[in-house]
């Protein structure tokens, strides 16, 4: 194991990684920014370091300085957690060219999952399931026009280097289509330095269910099933969920076993998740691959009894997954709440400053993961997200009923927060019966007239 890892993010994620490594007996180095300087989680870890000024340009995005840090203080590897630089394969390099261990997979690895043509290709190899399309990146307009005729539309454009939902153009006609070819290529090329894009067919009404995957330096691959992640707005998840209800089965135990072939093709170790579709019909199709643990870790941690965050720091360590496929069982079900510091009442501005009341659920089946305490100041530079909200129950009923009781004994103030939209979602007809689908949120949040 390791002797000594440095935590290259903040927030809740960097205390989550701080209580893994405690527990794993690993001391922790933890980096941080002016604008986090007082954060409550740094006293937690062994040391900790400052990497740069608010802004994370120039601090949590910056790769010298990670490194500068990472050396300084001698540890034997980094952990990314999520956003800032966790999918950035130069980073995963620059740790390897200077000896560090990244906790996450290869830059090669990352490279060819990160690059949506190339992870399509792989998935389609494996067995796993894709929408129609192009099998590489349009080389000229009438081999889309083609290609757009014979899986009907509507279609959708997409960036190979995109991914989140940026760059992406829905055609329903051959003359959209061709307007729209030329604009996303050029979009691709001003965002991502790369314009290639290619077409599939657009699914309107879908179910976004996602599948957690640990691979290993073994060659080993197991999935941790499920997260139906439908409940979103503008590309954000909002509930996330596991399992997902109204799931046929039998048809995600087949994709599971394909997206566990996948991931041992592209011999990728550390934890990843694979983003699917899911149709009316109940089929799956694979969107992308994520190639770090994900903010809504916690749902898999609770219905599996594994620790997503320990796993991913052994694996990085060289050890074997240590688990069974057939080993992996699911009890119960986990609801995990987004608690963001924005008033949902005003357009989710952001809502950053002090809070002064910060007055936390607990009880039986209740987790939550943050970093705040009382009298902690949001700093205004970083994403909103303050802390989650998990529970697990052995039905999915319980669990919605634990969630309303845990939001209920939440309270927080005098910034706003999302634990006002939660309620109303927990209570939600619609979202009660399971089953909602990715537009669902933005169609309950558009004023009536
Ligand atoms: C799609 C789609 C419909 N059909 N692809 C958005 C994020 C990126 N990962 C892929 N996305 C979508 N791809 C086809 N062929 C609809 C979306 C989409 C979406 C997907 C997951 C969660 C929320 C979403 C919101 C809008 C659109």
């Not at 989140?164 to 829905?170: D, I, T």
Request: charged residues 30%; glycine residues 8%; proline residues 5%.
């Amino acid at each position: 194991m390791f002797k000594r890892v440095l935590i290259a993010n903040r927030g809740e994620i960097a205390l989550r990684i701080i209580r893994a490594c405690q527990e794993l007996g690993v001391e922790t180095v933890c980096v941080y920014s002016t604008a986090d300087k007082d954060a409550p989680y740094l006293k937690l870890a062994d040391r900790a370091i400052c990497i740069g000024p608010g802004p994370a340009k120039e601090s949590y995005l910056n790769i010298a300085r990670l490194i500068a840090a990472a050396e300084v203080t001698d540890v034997d590897a980094i952990h990314p957690g999520y956003g800032f630089l966790s999918e950035r394969p130069d980073f995963s390099a620059a740790c390897r060219d200077c000896k560090i261990e990244f906790i996450g997979p290869t830059p090669e690895a990352m490279q060819m999952l990160g690059d949506k043509v190339e992870c399509k290709k792989t998935a389609r190899a494996a067995g796993v399931p894709v929408f129609p399309g192009s099998e590489d990146a349009i080389e000229d307009e009438e081999e889309a026009v083609r290609i757009a005729r014979d899986i009907g539309y509507p279609v959708i454009i997409k960036a190979s280097a995109g991914g989140g939902g940026r760059g992406m153009k829905v055609c329903h006609n051959e003359a959209t289509l061709r307007n729209q070819l030329r604009v996303a290529s050029q979009e691709a090329q001003a965002a991502f330095g790369n314009g290639a894009v290619f077409i599939e067919k657009y699914l309107e009404h879908a179910r976004h269910v996602e599948i957690q995957m640990l691979g290993d330096k073994h060659g080993d691959a197991i999935y941790l099933w499920e997260r139906d992640c439908s409940m979103q707005r503008r590309h954000q998840k909002v509930i996330e969920e596991a399992p997902g209800p109204h799931i046929d089965r039998d048809k995600l135990r087949k994709v599971c076993e394909s997206a566990a072939k996948m991931i041992r093709a592209a011999k990728y170790h550390g934890a990843a998740t694979c983003e699917f579709l899911m149709d009316g019909r109940g089929d799956f199709y694979m969107l992308e691959v994520n190639t770090r643990v994900q903010v809504e870790h916690p749902v898999t941690e609770l219905i599996t009894g594994i620790d997503i965050v320990k796993a991913s720091i052994r694996i990085a360590a060289g050890e074997r997954i240590g688990v069974k496929q057939s080993d992996v069982q699911v009890r119960g079900h986990a609801i995990e709440c987004r608690i963001n510091a924005e008033d949902p009442d005003k357009g989710f501005r952001p809502s950053a400053g002090k809070i002064e009341t910060w007055q936390v659920p607990g009880g039986p089946g209740v987790r939550l993961d943050s970093h705040v305490v009382p009298g902690y100041v949001v700093p205004p530079n970083y994403d909103s997200m303050i802390g989650k909200l998990i529970v697990h129950a052995d039905t999915r009923d319980e669990a919605l009923d634990r969630m309303a009781r845990a939001l209920r004994e939440f309270k927080v103030g005098p910034i706003h927060t999302t634990i006002s939209l939660h309620q109303r979602l927990i209570e939600n007809t619609d979202f009660r019966r399971g089953g909602v689908d990715i537009h669902y949120l933005e169609r309950l949040l558009k004023p009536q007239k």
